[in-house]
């Protein structure tokens, strides 16, 4: 049996075994997913679907699963809403993975929470409570939340603007974390026979005041199992880097390109050391959109199947709402879409809009062409075609340094994650490369993280 890919030495180790997580959106990835006969229709408000697909994922030994979240329907054309299912239906996905683990043992549980439309304590609280229910198995993925519709449903006219995010997220980190830390690990004697519950002396008040938030505290739950969940950030601009290299555990990069994911994996590592942190602290999993079959041909068939059923409506607004909520809906389908339709600033998530401005620019694609292309990857790298050939192009990535690992995103689901559980995996353990069983229980033990202990007395 192979061993885990935890890290003995932590100064210049090398990981021998990526790690992997598994990104459930309700149908799949790709945006016709819910026109696939493999896909589960009624995902977006079906619990049982979720809770197999969990057991699925634990099955293939998967480090996490990383949960996405939708604060607002996107704006766009009723005609196309009617036709995209995905942001309409959506659990709130903290209460979906509580329930995932119940049925699950081993398989770390990470979820979406914005920085920008929630408070600290309560965030604080419900990842906390996330990780003594999972036995430590929890995760928060950090977001400024870049849907501008999202400010209307929380009281605010105009969404803020992309560096306030920022500037917002990197306190409310330090607020969380500061309440995670609100009782030392072993404050709580709870011993019958003195009468005593827990320690007065090993229970810390944060009395944070700062710019955005003015937080007293103590947390009222005990440290989480894992001292801190683990922090996953997704940003990739450069104050993004800066967010990541400084606090994060995990970075989601979206990138089609081995070598940009090669730059950004030795730009965020090369920043760590200002923070006191070495490259073994993180770990950049960039996402790969997936498509397997037993044959070239038979993973092709389903990738196409999914291209033809992607409705003009959809497509249009999808670009636009990835371009900064840019109205392309009188675009002509059969010519490249004009850069002046772009905005030059937006309040969305600036790196994407970049990465498809630059696309435009490199390769001109008609609209069609375009959102084709988008619309199975959502900017994410895409791999359509035999475990064998999925497996080389992921060793490859793994071996160059453009990657620790990858978060994997079926085209649709749950039948995009059998291929691959049954098909992909067995083929990266066969190379070495993956676990064939868990090493601990925890989602750090999985990731080959530390545990971090109390940031400081206060």
């Not at 490369?433 to 993280?449: E, N, P, T």
């Amino acid at each position: 049996m192979a061993g885990n890919h935890k890290n003995t030495s932590r100064e210049g180790s090398a990981r021998q075994q990526m790690s992997l997580a598994i990104h459930f959106h309700p149908t799949g990835h790709h945006v016709a997913a819910w026109l696939h006969p493999r896909s589960q229709i009624d995902a977006g408000s079906n619990a049982a679907h979720y809770l197999k697909m969990a057991q699925t994922a634990e099955r293939g030994k998967f480090d996490l699963i990383f949960l996405a979240d939708s604060l607002a329907i996107r704006e766009s054309d009723l005609r196309a809403e009617g036709r995209w299912p995905q942001y309409v239906a959506y659990f709130e996905p903290l209460t979906l993975l509580s329930a995932m683990s119940a049925v699950t043992s081993h398989v770390g549980l990470v979820s979406t929470a914005s920085t920008s439309y929630s408070e600290p304590y309560n965030l604080a609280r419900w990842f906390a409570s996330l990780d003594h229910l999972s036995g430590g198995r929890a995760g928060w993925n950090v977001v400024t939340t870049g849907n501008a519709a999202s400010s209307r449903n929380f009281g605010r006219d105009e969404h803020f603007d992309h560096d306030e995010r920022y500037e917002r997220a990197n306190e409310f980190v330090e607020v969380v974390r500061g309440l995670w830390d609100s009782w030392d690990d072993d404050a709580f004697v709870m011993d019958r026979a003195s009468g005593r519950y827990f320690i007065p002396d090993k229970m810390h008040r944060l009395d944070h005041k700062g710019k955005f938030f003015s937080v007293r505290g103590p947390l009222n739950m005990r440290r989480p199992p894992q001292g801190h969940p683990v922090l996953v950030q997704a940003g990739t601009s450069n104050v993004g880097r800066d967010t990541a290299a400084r606090i994060a555990d995990v970075v989601f990069v979206q990138e089609q390109s081995r070598e940009k994911c090669q730059s950004i994996y030795a730009d965020i590592k090369a920043r760590m050391g200002k923070y006191g942190r070495v490259p073994d602290d993180l770990l950049l999993m960039p996402g790969m959109a997936i498509v397997v079959g037993r044959t070239e041909a038979e993973a092709r068939e389903q990738h196409e199947f999914l291209q033809a059923s992607i409705h003009p409506d959809v497509g249009r607004a999808l670009l636009g709402a990835e371009l900064g909520n840019t109205d392309i809906g009188d675009a002509d389908l059969d010519k490249p879409l004009p850069l002046d339709r772009i905005p030059v600033t937006d309040q969305g998530a600036r790196t994407t809009v970049q990465n498809l401005k630059d696309l435009i620019a490199r390769e001109n694609p008609t609209v069609r062409q375009l959102y084709q292309r988008f619309s199975g990857a959502r900017g994410s790298y895409q791999l359509i075609g035999t475990p064998e050939r999925i497996a080389d192009e992921m060793e490859h990535w793994f071996r160059t340094k453009a990657a620790d690992g990858f978060i994997v995103q079926p085209s649709f689901l749950p039948g995009g994650l059998d291929d691959f559980v049954d098909l992909v995996i067995p083929e990266l353990q066969r190379r070495g490369i993956f676990r064939y069983d868990y090493q601990g229980k925890m989602l750090r033990d999985h990731l080959g993280l530390r545990r971090p202990s109390r940031l400081r007395n206060r």
